[in-house]
């Protein structure tokens, strides 16, 4: 089956870290640029970072810059998402996706229209 598979998810305390990864299956992300995104309970689904092919160029929501950090690791066909000094705010279903407008883009988008193979998901809850 072609899809993402997130990971990484869990309770931690505010303040704290967690480590998000997304791995594809049967899926080219290579040439494809790739977001992060999240959804809280009876809430819009909201994106929080995306990151070019290259990796070059990443660009986040302003909730979480300065806090969260994308990168992806061509080898491994993985993409990440290093949450630090998390909030309770935080707390979501996070979802990693494929950018399919273009392979090679360099333009990043927030708009989730854009995105495709959205995978399962993975919950974040953060404790006060």
């Known amino acids: 089956q072609v899809t993402l598979v997130e990971s990484g998810g869990g309770l931690v305390q505010a303040g704290g870290s967690l480590r998000l990864s997304c791995a594809a299956s049967?899926?080219?992300?290579?040439?494809?640029?790739m977001g992060w995104f999240r959804q809280a309970p009876g809430k819009e689904r909201e994106w929080v970072a995306a990151i070019t092919w290259s990796g070059d160029t990443t660009a986040y929501a302003d909730s979480v810059r300065g806090r969260f950090t994308i990168s992806r690791d061509k080898m491994t066909n993985t993409v990440y998402l290093q949450m630090n000094s998390l909030k309770p705010e935080d707390t979501a279903v996070y979802y990693c996706?494929?950018?399919?407008?273009?392979?090679?883009?360099?333009?990043?988008?927030?708009?989730?229209?854009?995105?495709?193979?959205w995978g399962q998901g993975t919950q974040v809850t953060v404790s006060s």
């Open positions: 996706a494929r950018d399919d407008r273009k392979q090679f883009t360099t333009l990043l988008t927030p708009s989730s229209g854009a995105y495709n193979y």
């Open positions: 049967k899926l080219t992300i290579a040439n494809y640029a």
